[in-house]
């Protein structure tokens, strides 16, 4: 008779890859859980970095609310244009004004020569040129003394054009310049002190020899004799000179230094009725300041509030949700804004005109006609702001003195934004670690099954072939039945 049956194989077509990949992409999971840990870590770190940094931005803007120099800064104006002002040392200007009356202005020397053609050509020789102090000009016999520099010679050679002289002259760095200047007579050449100032004076020797138009018309050593370039008009070097309250002073240039502490003076003309000059604590630096410190306030305020906000619609949270470090942060902010101090003119930010907003975001604002009010006593604003230190050191009691001194321990170093992001980065190391752990567990575990399924793919490759066997036997046993 004959003998049924069936065998059943699996062959040896186990995709070993496919179920290998399938297995451990469950075991994947923890791993892209340990770093979508880590990302959130990381957002956090970078969030508390900005947060210190603007912290830093705010600590740094009620600081500057404590130093003498904010407070000392002037501001200077003039009635008229014919005298500018501007400070030069806050710490050296006072408040008050003064009257500045100006009755002449610096001046080079200039000179020219008498017109020569273009084509003419110089003897050869020396001009030899001295700068100094010319004194008795309103009379017939001027006289120089020389100044400390030592005089400069400038070489012509025969033939040189009156063009060619004048490049020679300013190439020497003689402390003049000279040009040429064409008019219905010929070319004449014009020398012109380089600098203002009596003591810009100069005078010019000349000596040549051999053929061409003689030296000696460009000398200037005798202005009396009306020889040389004294033949013609001359403008002597001058000071500016001017009364300050009645007191004349004078400089070598149309700016005015040292004669009012602080304050330098640029003359620009002459005036015929006196320039009002005032000196006043510049109120501008100062709403700038305090504006600066309500920016600042306001922009570390925002970020906060978008860290630690929650959208109900979107039922999304914020970074810093919940957040206990942050929220402690810009709790104390706003109690700092609100305290007042115990004595002064101005006792709270409000009564300078600084107020929290109406809105919910807890931000600053700040009404500048209030402002400009309040630094009509500056010095009673500063007490407010920097306490009643002597000015040689931060004071301690003034209102920005605190808020300075809190922001400052929590930038600082081992401060509260510090522990925050070395616990941070504790989680960070201890998660990266966790990462590596579970790497190396799934590199060996994939090997193992690896290893498994392969030995059983081998021992179905043996059952295939023993199936195979048996199949060829019951097909020859039916056939000899």
Known sequence: ?????????????????????????????????????????????????????MLSTLSDAATALTKPTLW????????????????????????????????????????????????????????????????????????????????????????DTLTTVASKINAAGAGVTASVVTDLSGQRLVMRSASTGEAAGFKVTASGSGSGTALSGLAFDAPGSGAGMAANSVQWAANSVATVDGVTVTSATNTVTGAVPGLSLTLSQLSTDPVTITSSTDTNALTSAIQGFVNAYNNINSQINSLTSYNADTKKAGLMQGDSMVTGLQTMMRR??????????????????????????GSLTLDSTKLAEALASPDAVKTFFMGTGDGTANSTDGWASR????????????????TRS????????????????????????????????????????????????????IAQWNKSS
Not at 131 to 156: E, N
Not at 404 to 417: I, R
Request: net charge negative; charged share 15%.
């Open 1 to 53: 008779m004959a003998i049924t049956g069936t065998v059943t194989s699996s062959g040896t077509n186990i995709d070993i890859d496919s179920i290998v990949s399938k297995m451990m992409a469950i075991e994947q999971t923890s791993v892209t859980k340990l770093q979508t840990q880590a990302s959130a870590l990381q957002s956090q770190v970078s969030a508390v970095g900005t947060v210190k940094s």
């Open 72 to 159: 000392a800064t002037k501001a200077a104006a003039s009635s008229s244009a014919a005298v500018g002002v501007k400070v030069s040392d806050s710490s050296l200007a006072s408040t008050g004004s003064f009257q500045v009356s100006v009755s002449q202005l610096a001046r080079s020397q200039s000179v020219s020569s008498s017109a020569v053609a273009a084509t003419d050509g110089f003897q050869a020789g020396t001009l030899s040129i001295q700068v100094g102090t010319w004194s008795g000009t309103s009379g017939s016999s001027p006289s120089f003394a020389a100044g400390s520099a030592a005089s400069v010679d400038v070489a012509i050679g025969e033939g």
């Open 422 to 473: 070395a616990s941070l980065q504790k989680q960070l190391d201890a998660n990266s670690d966790d990462q590596a752990k579970e790497t190396d567990r799934m590199t060996l575990m994939e090997s193992r099954l690896r290893a498994q399924y392969s030995a059983l793919d081998a021992k179905l490759s043996t059952l295939t072939s023993l199936d195979t066997y048996v199949k060829q036997q």
């Open 403 to 418: 808020f300075s001194t809190f922001t400052q321990g929590a930038v600082g170093t081992d401060g509260t934004l510090d």
């Open 336 to 361: 700092l804004t609100g305290s007042a101090n115990s004595s002064g003119t101005f006792t709270t930010l409000s009564q300078l005109g600084i107020s929290i907003s109406k809105s919910a975001d």
